[in-house]
T-cell receptor
Framework: RKEVEQDPGPFNVPEGATVAFNCTYS??????FFWYRQDCRKEPKLLMS???SGNEDGRFTAQLNRASQYISLLIRDSKLSDSATYLC????????????FGAGTRLAVHP | EAQVTQNPRYLITVTGKKLTVTCSQN?????MSWYRQDPGLGLRQIYY???????DKGDVPEGYKVSRKEKRNFPLILESPSPNQTSLYFC??????????FGSGTRLTVV
């Protein structure tokens, strides 16, 4: 079983739609959680951190459920520019903050 | 501008010819890592370093070497490249407990 699992998609949605991505992680020692965005053939870029209380950044909302070991990302009012792959990332506690990446969920927003 | 710089961006080489991919960061980060990204497998860690002269294996270290003689540089060395090392490589750095900043990537083809 992969340490971080995501639905690979693709999610094809029209502009203005609301779309949600889910991610599950298996290591209970996971301490920090992030969503990264990766455009085709480019480097991953930090989209937002994920906190237990849930957090919002404009059209993006992230939630964490530690009991179920589940992370989500909600995108409201999708834009064409949101088309990308979204990576769920977990840091395992220990001496080094090792990032474990999910394989990513691809989003395609169409006019 | 705070950044991680990788070179080269693209490289085609032949089996067995030693090569080095350079990585440099200007943010005084302690942690640096190398990842490879392959379709369907996501990002996998090759090696990481917690500080100068401190390096350790990641999940897929076979066929790679690294060194960390200075804080800002973390080169990736392929002593005898093989076709299965054809991949997209990313260098990343972070402060302890912080989010990672990635380089722009190196697309390596070994023929």
């Amino acid at each position: 079983r992969k340490e971080v699992e995501q639905d690979p998609g693709p999610f094809n949605v029209p502009e203005g739609a609301t779309v949600a991505f889910n991610c599950t992680y298996s290591n209970s020692a996971s301490q920090s959680f992030f969503w990264y965005r990766q455009d085709c053939r480019k480097e991953p870029k930090l989209l937002m951190s994920v906190y237990s209380s849930g957090n919002e950044d404009g059209r993006f909302t992230a939630q964490l459920n530690r009991a179920s070991q589940y992370i989500s990302l909600l995108i409201r009012d999708s834009k064409l520019s949101d088309s990308a792959t979204y990576l769920c990332v977990v840091i395992i506690s220990g001496g080094y903050n090792k990032l474990i990446f999910g394989a990513g969920t691809r989003l395609a927003v169409h006019p | 501008e705070a950044q991680v710089t990788q070179n080269p961006r693209y490289l085609i080489t032949v089996t067995g010819k030693k090569l080095t991919v350079t990585c440099s960061q200007n943010m005084n980060h302690e942690y640096m890592s190398w990842y490879r990204q392959d379709p369907g497998l996501g990002l996998r860690q090759i090696y990481y370093s917690m500080n100068v002269e401190v390096t350790d294996k990641g999940d897929v270290p076979e066929g790679y070497k690294v060194s960390r003689k200075e804080k800002r540089n973390f080169p990736l060395i392929l002593e005898s490249p093989s076709p299965n090392q054809t991949s997209l490589y990313f260098c990343a750095s972070s402060p302890p407990g912080g989010g990672y900043t990635f380089g722009s990537g190196t697309r390596l083809t070994v023929v």
